[in-house]
């Protein structure tokens, strides 16, 4: 499933800009939102961000990234922000 969404994505890999292997970029744009990705495969590390301009299950969305990357080890960090322009624009 993970690769099937893969595909519709603007995937790039990326040069070296520092010491190690290449790695591969992707990014979604959603409505107001967006999904980035940067994962150095060759060291089994990724890096993602999920924005919203809207609340959403924050935890749920972790678990499903979790699972399919298959993670050992998570580093989360999640940020509330732009409330109040929610609150004006919703």
């Known amino acids: 499933m993970l690769q099937s969404g893969l595909r519709i ?4 890999l990326l040069g070296k800009f520092s010491k190690g292997t290449p790695g591969i970029s992707g990014f ?3 409505a107001e939102s967006h999904i980035s990705i940067h994962a150095f ?3 089994d590390y990724a890096f993602m961000d999920i924005f919203s301009c809207k609340e959403f ?3 749920r969305a ?6 399919a990357f298959e993670a050992k ?6 940020l509330k922000r732009g409330m109040i ?6």
Do not use: R
């Open 85 to 90: 322009f929610q609150e004006k624009l919703f």
């Open 9 to 12: 994505t603007f995937i790039q």
């Open 62 to 67: 972790i678990g499903y990234l979790v699972d």
């Open 57 to 59: 299950d924050a935890e």
């Open 73 to 78: 080890n998570v580093e989360k960090h999640v």
């Open 28 to 30: 979604v744009m959603i």
């Open 41 to 43: 495969p060759d060291q």
